[in-house]
């Protein structure tokens, strides 16, 4: 690690004011950055510790039935919270699909919305990386790509976003809550994170100075007609080669209305409203089928990792079928549905 | 008495107590006063030469005391063979800061010393180089087209064995034939403990806490680079987290601990960082070809067997690949070759069971194709070839409990209820696969020396300077001496892994128990001799004339078997020596003219259930029974362990470790445990070990045959062969992800 | 992890020392550290606890495992700095007051739950956060929930025999 200074603010307003300095970063769970900061892959010259911000570490209702989740929540305590096990289930069980016990005690909700890639160059610092080090190549490209993207990539970057909790939150149409020097801002989450384009060091719209303050949930439609299904290299403690979070409203056997998002295949939680669109009116298989032509469309594999479009495909109907009957993939079941 | 009966028994780890607590102490664990610590700076390139070294600004923070690189190392020896260890291969080792010179891919090029850990660690990351690159190779397709047959073999490996009968003519003329290709991916060992080294530097002299499965391998190593006599170098080591091969030879933290320690004439701890290692050590990829011929029938009338492993431009690591199938089955027609191919890597290292595993994916895959080809149950196949002796050496087996452990096995898993044909069996949306194989590995003993230090108040205390990494050797040594002294379990003490205990190979090959085991029972007979005498020399001795065979060792005396009222105590006998301790050491050699006429090998039948999800390709290994005929079991309960750590490596090696290298940069990329995947508890199902009775007074003097590795040899091919079952897709290169086992 | 790229900022003087308090298996302690010292490196380098392992440093494999406020975290990853005033219970707290064995730690012991030992204080930290968690409720679950935890030994099936044992009581 580089020397850096450390704050402990005392209130949101004294996090801001140091938060803004240049080179300042908030620190939280500390899971993600801690662990870049030790490869050297960050080195903030001021860490600015929210731990003391106790008001961010609730979850509460919102007047319209929805949920608001404090940034500072841990995914452990967001996960056995028993309103979000209630009314956001999806989200639950994305959180526990992830990492460990042991780091969803300490990773918070703010923080998993900021963790960055596992894309092995970004990691390795003897490696040139785009998102890294700007301007200096995508070696993945032409090298070592089997968990790299399939949608959205550029010819900047071919990351993923490795987050579980943030494919539940896509598909759960949540927003993210800033505050700012500028003052608060309401970011959905389509707009929170970025494609890579030419400037793949930013993931995400959350401008320099900028705190998360919690994520707003809106009211539950799916009750138990949702799932996360999660395909990795080992039954636990892997990242997704690819996830899918699926909430559907049933009418008879048809879906009425469907939310789906994808995760391990893009730099963001992938998510086209098309695709729900299309999922109206029809049985789950055929929804399915629909939804996954279109979340796929112009998909594109590289060397190592264009099996996973063809896991995409399956997997989002397999997942269409289990949120449709109402059977949500359990984290610790390790028969798949 | 029923607590003096301990061998065969099954015993709580002894060193347990310690190991729950937090008290056992590993390499990294010890302290001293202005204690520095030191990191270890790799280089970025993977083949070429560092032009420039900027050590300025690592040196200006505060804290720093020195940055070595190769223009400032200090002098030591720097021939070859002053490097070399017990265990090498032949070649030239890689010297850590020799010149500047990059060979592999994370390569150590300097080393911060700082007096704190973080002020090294942020300093190591200043620490600049410019370096010219060079085009690395790390593709072993294409270097396979230059492989060589190692022209030095390495010493205490096999060669190839000679060829037999006309193996082209008979595969040319059998019926059924088969010819397939199998690969086996570069794996990395990942002991949980680092490679650490705790140098603890007083007035010239060291005390040095390594992670090594040797310490007297690295005492004499650090002795020759650098030039100091045994009496100032002692290696204590008691306490080892794993390293399954890794610590067989001395790594580079312990040169470069050494090295600052005596540089800076202070103590300095360096435990290399996780991502380190994928550098410094694995399992060498291998390709391995194998013809059968055989009979409609299945009998073989010809095996074919030939590899081609990786190794290093600097040493031939060799292991011993393509020999197993020979002396497992019996056949007429055969032929081996094993080639060697050279990569831009570190050398490879030994890793559990180094080589077998490899030649028997391939082989017992092959066995598998050959047993759905004739349409036969595969287990029918291997025992219609069943060897009764070993014909690759012309040799009969101590012993072969081996059609013994197929049958226990396949009882216990339920083998008769296999439907044979693929995609059969089937639960829900998952495909049922069932599949065995077989496993094998040397019974092998080293000379090694032991001491038992007996004191009248009936207390004792074993020393050996071999180590235990987690195999159970101080339970078991322990149990040895309690038993042949007729001592309460509680009452041994045995101490491990110290450059100053009775001279010991390197810990490694199953072959520990075996040799330090028989030289603890030489040691406790010799004391039971002198002990005897003793008696047998008090005045009016109620033993006076009785001899060793008449008397049994028991609760702390000497006792007439026939007439238990006839008896001495321990604390007589000692009275009579005029001594309050007596110690003895003994050393025991391998039997060579029983090696010279016989073979010695642990066998397993290994069964697999796995299930495949038929949509999106996911594998969970649900059930594993693994019957073991190793010869005398001295303790069920560690035994087991060793052949369940041995399974779970198996797993590990058929569905998830794999080194993912970039050749463009001749780099790992996947050189972190986040991305390197080893099995965790929710890969891990029940798995069922027997231990099949096998009485061997051949193989070594206790009856022992070693299990360390036979517990992964057949694991990968039984789960490989399981999945075909399942699926019908045959996979012949490891590891088995879900991309390779994804239906189309 | 250090490597050869030197960064484009001048190194800054080391950060400066702060104090810190914080009970560790019931004992007070106030010491003077770093920011950027991690709660792991605290308990073994300054606090000399040294049953807490490092095992990659970087949260990928759970030897570090310690109970902080109640909760079992990745030691590794926490700075210590930002948990003043914080409980810690690590291996070495595991016993009782009278010395005795923790019941998981002998279940341990009887199940040969271990064979080198390293994983083992994180495996039994972990354990024992587990079932205060409530998530012992069957072998499935055990294994889920103590996936965490990396044991190279692969004496997992005997971690969750020793659990069930525990958790069962």
Same mark, same amino acid.
């Given at each position: 690690m580089t020397p850096f200074a450390f704050d402990r603010a005392g209130d949101l307003p004294a996090a801001l004011r140091a938060g803004g300095a240049p080179g300042a970063r908030f620190l939280a769970g500390g899971t993600n950055l801690v662990d870049l900061m030790k490869y050297g892959v960050e080195a903030p010259r001021r860490l600015v510790d929210?731990?003391?911000?106790?008001?961010?570490r609730r979850v509460e209702e919102t007047p319209d039935g929805g949920l608001r989740i404090g940034a500072l929540v841990t995914n452990a305590d967001c996960a056995a919270h028993p309103l979000v096990m209630e009314r956001a289930p999806l989200l639950a069980s994305a959180i526990l699909h992830g990492a460990t016990p042991q780091l969803r005690n300490m990773a918070t909700t703010g923080g998993n919305l900021l963790q960055r890639t596992r894309c092995y160059y970004f990691y390795d610092t003897a490696t040139a990386c785009n998102k890294r080090a700007p301007g200096t190549g995508c070696p993945a490209r032409e090298g070592v790509n089997r968990i790299h993207a399939i949608l959205g990539h550029s010819e900047h970057c071919i990351a993923t976003h490795p987050s579980d909790m943030c494919v539940a939150l896509a598909a759960l149409e949540a927003v993210v809550e800033v505050e700012g020097p500028g003052g608060a801002r309401r970011i959905p989450m389509a707009d929170f994170h970025r494609l890579p384009? *030419?400037?793949?060091?930013? *993931?995400?719209?959350l401008a320099h100075g900028e705190v998360i303050t919690a994520v707003a949930i809106p009211p539950d439609r799916f009750g138990s007609h949702h799932t996360y299904l999660k395909l990795r290299d080992r039954l636990s403690y892997a990242f997704a080669l690819v996830s899918v979070a699926v909430g559907v409203g049933m009418e008879g056997t048809a879906i009425r209305e469907a939310r789906i998002a994808l995760g391990g295949v893009a730099h963001k939680p992938w998510r086209r409203e098309e695709a729900e669109a299309a999922m109206r009116g029809l049985a789950p298989e055929a929804a399915g089928e629909r939804a996954a032509a279109i979340l796929l469309e112009g998909a594109r594999g590289f060397s190592h990792n264009a099996f996973k479009i063809e896991l995409a495909r399956r997997a989002i109907g397999r997942a269409v079928r289990q949120a449709a009957s109402g059977t949500p993939q359990h984290h610790a079941n390790k028969v798949i549905l | 008495m029923l607590t003096e009966r301990h061998v065969g028994r099954p015993r709580s780890r002894v060193d347990g107590p310690l190991k729950v607590t937090g008290r056992a102490k590993y390499a990294a664990d010890y302290a001293t006063n202005g204690l520095l610590h030191a990191v270890v700076v790799t280089a970025p390139i993977a083949k070429g030469r560092i032009a420039r070294m900027d050590t300025a600004r690592a040196e200006a923070v505060p804290g720093v005391l020195r940055v070595f690189t190769h223009e400032n190392r200090p002098r030591t020896a720097w021939f070859d063979r002053s490097w070399q260890d017990q265990v090498g291969p032949p070649g030239s080792p890689f010297r850590p800061?020799?010149?500047?010179?990059?060979?592999?891919?994370?390569?150590?090029a300097a080393l911060v010393v700082a007096e704190e850990f973080e002020v090294a660690r942020h300093a190591a990351g200043l620490v600049g180089m410019e370096c010219e690159a060079e085009t690395p190779e790390t593709d072993l397709k294409r270097a396979m087209t230059e492989a060589y047959v190692p022209p030095k073999r390495r010493s205490g490996i096999a060669p190839p064995p000679k060829p037999r009968g006309d193996e082209a003519k008979a595969f040319a003329a059998a019926p059924v034939r088969l010819r397939e290709q199998y690969g086996i991916a570069t794996e990395f060992h990942n002991a949980m403990e680092p490679h650490a080294t705790t140098v603890i530097w007083k007035d010239g002299e060291l005390i040095i806490h390594d992670k090594t499965q040797g310490a007297q391998n690295s005492q004499d190593w650090v002795c020759s680079i650098f030039g100091l006599a045994k009496s100032k170098v002692r290696v204590v080591s008691p306490f080892v987290g794993g390293a399954f091969g890794s610590g067989l030879r001395p790594g580079p933290q312990l040169f470069l601990a050494v090295m600052a320690a005596l540089s800076l004439e202070r103590s300095v701890k360096l435990v290399l960082h996780r991502d380190h290692h994928f550098g410094l050590m694995h399992r060498p990829e291998t390709f391995v070809t194998v013809g059968l011929g055989a009979t409609p029938e299945g009998k073989l009338c010809s095996v074919q067997v030939e590899a081609v492993a990786a190794t290093s431009r600097f040493e031939d690591h060799q292991e011993v690949v393509v020999n197993w199938p020979g002396l497992l089955y019996d056949v007429e027609n055969a032929a081996f070759d094993y080639r060697l191919a050279q990569l831009d890597t570190h050398t490879p290292s030994d890793m559990r069971a180094p080589g077998a595993p490899l030649g028997m994916f391939a082989a017992e895959s092959a066995l598998d194709e050959l047993a759905a080809k004739i349409g036969i149950c595969p287990m029918e196949l291997r025992l219609l070839n069943h060897a009764d002796e070993d014909r690759n050496d012309g040799k009969n087996f101590t012993s072969k409990e081996l059609r013994a452990a197929y049958q226990v096995a396949a009882d216990r898993f339920g083998w008769r209820h296999r439907s044979p044909e693929p995609r059969s069996m089937r639960e829900g949306q998952e495909l049922i696969g069932w599949g065995m194989a077989t496993g094998v590995w040397e019974a092998q003993t080293v000379k090694m020396s032991a001491s038992i230090l007996l004191r009248a108040d009936g207390t004792a205390e074993v020393r050996c300077g071999t180590a235990d990494i987690g195999t159970g050797t101080y339970t078991i040594l322990s149990q040895i001496a309690a038993e042949e002294l007729g001592l309460p379990l509680p009452a041994v003490n045995t101490l491990l892994n110290d450059s100053a205990y009775p001279a010991a190979q390197v810990e490694g090959g199953s072959w520990t128990a075996a040799s330090a085991g028989t030289a603890v029972q030489l040691c406790a007979r010799s004391l039971k001799e002198k002990l005897l005498k003793a008696a047998r020399g008090i005045t009016n001795s109620p033993l006076a004339s009785a001899t060793m065979e008449e008397v049994r060792f028991t609760g702390g005396r000497i006792v007439l078997a026939r007439d238990p009222s006839h008896a001495v105590t321990l604390a007589a006998c000692f009275r009579e020596l005029g001594e309050e301790k007596i110690e003895v050491e003994e050393t025991a050699t391998p039997g060579l003219l029983s090696k010279m006429r016989y073979s010695s090998y642990a066998h397993a039948a290994v069964f697999a259930e796995v299930r495949v999800d038929e949509e999106l390709g996911q594998v969970r290994v649900t059930r594993v029974v693994n019957a073991v005929a190793a010869g005398r079991i001295l303790n069920p309960k560690t035994a087991r362990s060793q052949i369940l750590g041995g399974v779970v490596f198996g797993i590990g090696q058929a569905l998830h470790e794999e080194g993912i290298p970039d050749h463009a940069l001749g780099r790992?990329?996947?050189?972190n445990m986040a991305e390197y995947h080893l099995p965790v508890n929710a890969d891990v199902p029940a798995v069922e070990v027997i231990f099949v009775e096998e009485r061997d007074a051949l193989t070594s003097p206790i009856g022992v045959k070693g299990l360390g590795e036979i517990g992964i040899v057949g694991t990968a091919a039984a789960i490989a062969n399981a999945i075909h079952h399942a699926t019908g897709k045959r996979l012949r290169?490891?590891?088995?992800?879900l991309d390779k086992v994804l239906p189309r | 992890m250090p490597d050869a790229t030197p960064p484009a900022e001048p190194a800054l003087a080391l950060p400066p020392p702060l104090t810190l308090a914080l009970t560790v298996n019931g004992a007070r302690h106030a010491v003077e550290i770093r920011p950027w010292t991690t709660l792991l490196d605290l308990l073994r380098d300054r606090l000399h606890l040294t049953g807490t392992k490092k095992g990659c440093d970087q949260g990928q494999c759970g030897a570090c495992t310690v109970i902080l406020d109640g909760k079992r975290v990745n030691a590794c990853l926490v700075l210590a700095a930002t948990r003043p005033g914080s409980e810690v219970r690590t291996v070495e707290g595991l016993e009782g007051p009278d010395g005795a064995l923790h019941p998981l730690q002998a279940a341990f012991i009887e199940h040969d739950a271990f064979q080198c030992g390293y994983c083992t204080p994180g495996q039994l930290c972990s354990g024992v956060a587990l079932i205060g968690e409530g998530h012992a409720g069957s072998a499935e679950e055990i294994r889920e929930w103590m996936s965490g935890n990396i044991c190279r030994c692969g004496a997992y099936p005997h971690i969750v025999e020793a659990i069930r044992e525990v958790a069962g009581r």
């Open positions: 929210l731990g003391p911000l106790d008001g961010l384009d *030419d400037a793949p060091e930013r *993931d995400t719209t | 800061l020799y010149d500047d010179r990059v060979h592999f891919a994370l390569q150590p790992w990329m996947n050189h290169g490891l590891p088995m992800t | -």
